[in-house]
C-alpha cells in the first residue's frame, strides 16, 4: 500500500489596522496573519502541526510573531480596525 504524506501552509488575515510601529515610529497599517502549517495525507488536510500568528508592519516591514493571547488583544482593543469580513 502506498501512502503520499506531505505539508500545506495555510495563510489567513485575521486583522487590518493602523498601530504605531516598534520600528518606523510611525503609525502605519499592520496586517496580522495567521499562519498554520498542516500535515496531508492523499493531499488532505489531517492534522494542524504548527500554528503561528505574525504582525507585519506595510512601510517598513517589520515581522513580528505574537501569541494567541497577545491577537485577540489587538484585535479587541484597537478601534476602527477592519477584519477581513467586513
Request: contains cysteine; positive net charge.
Amino acid at each position: 500500500m502506498i501512502f503520499i504524506i506531505g505539508l500545506k501552509t495555510v495563510i489567513k488575515q485575521l486583522w487590518r489596522g493602523f498601530i504605531t510601529c516598534p520600528r518606523c515610529l510611525q503609525s502605519r497599517q499592520h496586517l496580522l496573519i495567521e499562519r498554520t502549517e498542516w500535515g496531508t495525507m492523499f493531499f488532505i488536510q489531517i492534522i494542524p502541526l504548527r500554528r503561528e500568528r505574525i504582525l507585519n508592519c506595510n512601510y517598513c516591514n517589520t515581522v513580528r510573531k505574537l501569541t494567541k493571547a497577545e491577537a485577540a488583544d489587538l484585535m479587541a482593543s484597537v478601534p476602527g480596525a477592519m477584519s477581513p469580513g467586513r
